[in-house]
């Protein structure tokens, strides 16, 4: 008997928690779909390129030429009033630009997110001055911000590491504040949940409740929150370059810097020193806004619609019922075996209210 | 008894045939109702009952097009000779306040809360008679509201919903429901959001106005005592089709179907014998208390320019070693405060509480932890108690790993073995809380409060968020293995009747305050006080033979306090 309810227990798995990437495709549909699909191509491009920059570019990023020679065979997309390579300065350039987001990205998860998941737990006298802190720091005009760490970290400008470091720098402590109040809001909101009440009952320490109960209820918005961050930060760091506070040319490529250089050939018809940097720009700020948003569509449930939220209720409903039947039909059996005798010659309507119990068996 | 035995020929006043209604989702198209029929006659109840989700509710909003845009309705229901389904814009407001009034569950957030009632019943009327003016609107709602029984109604007219009191609210939302003398009234639980003493003068009203307007109600419930005390006809709903219909009497004489039969066995039932699945052999209670708790109070700081709201106002109490302490009081007692204080979640204002030897309100750090990991605590929510980034397994072997008890192994065989003994399947460990039903999830929360092996259990509500037919095996589970393994404790409930299935001794609470504290028999049997009186006459039995002589006898209750002239309002 047991066995069999545990056999009728129904269960309700979910398909495929193996790949997430597979699993965030199927749940998503039409137009969303097609804005994830386009952004990952988009990004994967980039991704790839910047990778094989070595086996992609046809010269390296500071090889010099005679400057502003058009479109040719040996350079696909012209050179710069430098002299560099255009083709090959867009390749590396994606090189530079991808390890920039992910420092930053990573550098301010790392801090924004600590600090806003204490600041939002414990709350009290640290919470009002950091949330005071990092107010004043998101009401700065972010690219000033920028300007400012940059100098301070690399004096304005330099080589490779510092370079690329203080870049990225300059974008975390913009980003900080973004992590910092959603992680803190998300956690005022989840540390009265009743199960962290009940991680408290169990005994458990703060920390513990922090990283183990609170941080995975208040990371669902920080994959959205990420990407769109990497977008603005692709855009401050050639806005970064544009205005001479970036990486210098010979130290890594960079299409904030071509863009700048590019300015003066514009007026003599020199096109493609400017455009290709640009057209790079556009594509990967594109493809990472629109995972974003189809993240942000995808992940947050109030924009979901709910399918099927009482399954499991169901499942247990049908088979406690079904017990019932089962029961009924056994302390019966003996009973029926008269009954259809009697029913047989009376006009009383044959019992036909068990039917859907049992069909369901 | 009641003035549905008609003079009139049973005639149909709405007629309800092969309505179905089915929800666009991202998956497939879910059917929530499937051709459900039936039928109500003026000035007749049905009832329709079901488990939450059964589709009773659904079935009943596609009548006045209360749905949202996913849903698409088939079939039809006719009120008189119109039909309702597919009615837009005009002609369906028509019907809707005017010929179909609706009552919601919960008073407090169906009433709009920057208007007074007067102004919202006087709404409600002139919307469906233009030529009537503001102060004829005023006055007919002053009216209405002293025909649902609210004190002063002159007075209480001007005042905002915050103001009036929960059973107070849904007056006022009945008395907006009657303004326009409609056919049909569609009660959704109309006192599943109240205390039973409030529930009972709500059942009253419905009662009373039935017999004097002899307006048919359709009564959405999944109260089997509220069924048997109002209804005249019962259809019973599962899984989104009606497989019983039958008079009141009837379906709880001979239920047909198994559903009904498993809803009605699992109704606990005020006052009589414990099942026996709830007979096994018993720890004997000793005298060695395992919580004493002396002259307690907890205040609570008040709004700006108010004195503190005094929760619990000197408690004493004991548990005893292996004992069930039931704790019962409405809501606003101070029960779950107490409870809390118990486990060192609210810090007490005076008094001494004293948990397994120690003294909870001293004990810090070190000791407290120490303390926490000899007691165990199921909350209300089981839905909200789990975390829902856990695992079963990782939820039940919390305790272990914030007390470093045992190796991972032994972690995953304790939890197995805990699974078991609260009957749910080995591969369960790997599941999310959101995967499993109400009734596992809070089978999961016991395991995870049990793991430790504690001596003293803390349940606050355990059961109150589940459906009666889950309600009994979770109950089961938890008398089998307080029974197995003699855990003293403190069981916090508002109902009467499961306390009646498991405690040993009962508390009653009232403001605050301890009213009553005696064994099972003699507070339930026996009550000294009146306020445990009022509150056992209150809870609706499920059996329409007992409830309507209770009603009778109360109603005797109620006619001699008032000629004593001690009548309460609420």
Redesign the interface.
């Known amino acids: 008997m047991s066995a069999d309810l545990?056999a009728l227990?129904a269960?309700?798995?979910?398909p495929g928690r193996s790949l997430p990437g597979l699993a965030l495709l199927r749940?998503t549909?039409g137009l969303q779909r097609l804005m994830l699909l386009i952004g990952a191509v988009l990004v994967a491009i980039f991704v790839v390129v910047a990778l094989f920059a070595p086996l992609l570019a046809p010269y390296g990023f500071a090889e010099l030429f005679s400057g502003h020679l058009p479109m040719s065979a040996e350079h696909p997309l012209g050179t710069t009033v430098g002299g560099y390579d255009v083709l090959s300065r867009i390749i590396w350039g994606a090189r530079t630009a991808i390890e920039v987001i992910a420092l930053a990205i990573v550098l301010s998860i790392l801090i924004g997110v600590p600090l806003g998941l204490v600041s939002g737990y414990v709350g009290g006298p640290l919470d009002r001055v950091l949330v005071l802190v990092m107010d004043a720091l998101f009401a700065f005009p972010s690219l000033l911000m920028a300007i400012v760490v940059s100098i301070v970290v690399a004096g304005g400008r330099s080589g490779v590491l510092a370079g690329i470091v203080s870049a990225a720098v300059s974008i975390t402590v913009i980003f900080i504040p973004q992590y910092f109040r959603v992680v803190r809001n998300a956690t005022i909101q989840v540390k009265v949940?009743?199960?962290v009440?009940?991680?408290?009952?169990?005994?458990?320490?703060p920390t513990?409740i922090m990283f183990g109960?609170v941080l995975?209820?208040v990371s669902q918005s920080i994959p959205v929150l990420a990407t769109l961050n990497a977008s603005e930060a692709i855009l401050t760091l050639a806005s970064l370059g544009f205005l001479g506070f970036g990486i210098e040319p010979t130290s890594a490529a960079e299409w904030g810097y071509d863009l700048n250089k590019a300015m003066s050939g514009v007026s003599s018809g020199v096109w493609w020193t400017g455009v290709f940097p640009g057209l790079a720009i556009v594509a990967i700020v594109t493809g990472v806004t629109l995972i974003g948003e189809s993240l942000n569509d995808v992940l947050n449930p109030l924009l979901?619609?709910?399918?099927?939220a009482?399954t499991?209720?169901?499942?247990?409903?049908?088979e406690?019922?079904?017990a019932?039947?089962e029961a009924?039909q056994e302390s019966l059996a003996p009973v029926e075996a008269v009954a259809e005798a009697d029913r047989a010659g009376s006009d009383r309507p044959p019992?036909d209210?068990?039917q859907?119990?049992e069909e369901t068996s | 008894m009641t003035a549905t035995s008609p003079a009139v020929a049973p005639k149909i006043l709405l007629r309800v045939e092969n309505l179905s209604v089915s929800f666009?989702?991202?998956?497939a198209p879910?059917q929530a109702v499937k051709a459900i029929s039936y039928d109500v006659a003026p000035g007749e109840t049905l009832a329709i009952v079901g488990?939450?989700?059964s589709g009773k509710t659904v079935g009943c909003r596609a009548m006045v097009s209360l749905l949202p845009d996913?849903a698409s309705v088939r079939g039809g229901a006719w009120l008189d000779d119109q039909e309702l389904i597919g009615l837009k814009g005009e002609a369906i407001r028509r019907v809707r306040g005017d010929r179909i009034a609706m009552i919601f569950q919960e008073p407090s957030t169906a009433l709009d809360p920057v208007r007074t009632v007067g102004w919202q019943i006087g709404q409600a009327l002139r919307v469906h008679h233009p030529k009537m003016t503001w102060p004829q609107a005023r006055a007919r709602a002053v009216e209405l509201m002293e025909l649902v029984g609210i004190p002063d109604p002159a007075i209480r007219v001007q005042s905002y919903p915050h103001q009036l009191s929960g059973g107070q609210k849904q007056r006022v939302m009945i008395a907006m429901a009657i303004s326009c003398d409609p056919e049909i009234i569609i009660a959704d639980e109309p006192t599943t959001a109240l205390d039973v003493t409030t529930q009972a003068q709500i059942l009253d009203l419905l009662h009373d106005l039935r017999d004097r307007l002899g307006t048919a109600i359709i009564l959405i419930t999944h109260n089997m005592g509220v069924v048997a005390d109002l209804a005249d006809r019962v259809a019973v709903m599962?899984?989104g089709?009606i497989?019983?219909q039958a008079e009141a009497r009837q379906l709880f004489g001979q239920p047909?179907?198994?559903?009904t039969?498993?809803l009605l066995?699992s109704v606990p039932h005020l006052g009589q014998p414990r099942p026996a699945s709830m007979n096994t052999a018993a720890p004997t209670v000793t005298d060695r208390p395992v919580v004493e708790i002396e002259d307690l109070s907890i205040d609570f700081p008040g709004r700006l320019g108010q004195g503190p709201v005094h929760a619990v106002s000197q408690v004493s109490l004991t548990v005893q070693e292996h004992e069930i302490l039931a704790l019962v009081g409405e809501s606003g007692s101070g029960k779950t405060t107490l409870a809390r204080c118990v486990?060192g979640?609210v810090k007490p204002t005076r008094g001494q509480v004293r948990v397994l030897g120690a003294d909870i309100v001293k004990a810090g750090g070190r000791q407290?932890?120490q303390l926490?990991?000899r007691?165990g605590?199921v909350?209300?929510?089981p839905a909200?108690?789990?975390?829902?980034?856990?695992t079963v397994a990782a939820c039940v072997a919390?305790?272990m790993r914030?007390?470093e008890v045992g190796t991972p192994a032994e972690r995953r065989a304790r939890v197995e073995e805990l699974l078991d003994a609260v009957e749910l399947?080995g591969?369960f460990a790997r599941?999310y809380p959101h995967?499993?039903?109400?009734?596992?999830r809070q089978r999961v929360?016991l395991a995870?409060a049990l793991v430790l092996r504690p001596q003293f259990l803390v349940a606050d509500e355990p059961t109150s968020a589940l459906?009666v037919?889950?309600q009994a095996?979770v109950l089961d589970v938890f008398v089998r293995l307080q029974h197995e393994m003699g855990f003293a404790c403190l069981f916090v409930t508002h109902d009467l009747a499961v306390v009646d299935m498991l405690a040993d001794r009962i508390a009653v609470m009232r403001q605050g305050r301890l009213v009553e504290l005696g064994d099972d028999r003699s507070v339930l049997r026996h009550p000294a006080q009146d306020y445990t009186r009022d509150l056992i006459a209150a809870v609706p039995v499920p059996d329409p033979v007992e409830q309507a002589e209770k009603r009778a006898l109360r109603r005797a209750l109620r006619a001699e306090a008032a000629s004593l002239g001690a009548g309460r309002t609420d």
């Open positions: 545990l227990e269960p309700p798995r979910r749940s549909h949940e009743p199960y009440e009940a991680a408290r009952v169990v005994g458990a320490g513990r109960h995975s209820n979901r619609t709910r399918g099927g009482s499991a209720d169901e499942a247990e409903l049908i406690m019922v079904e019932e039947a009924d019992d209210s068990l859907p119990g | 666009r989702t991202d998956g879910v488990e939450s989700g996913s599962y899984r089709e497989v019983e047909q179907h198994p559903y039969r498993h066995s486990v979640l407290l932890r926490r990991q007691i605590f909350f209300q929510d909200a108690s789990l975390n829902p980034r856990m919390e305790p914030v007390h399947p591969d599941r995967e499993l039903s109400g009734g596992q929360s995870r459906d037919s889950v095996r």
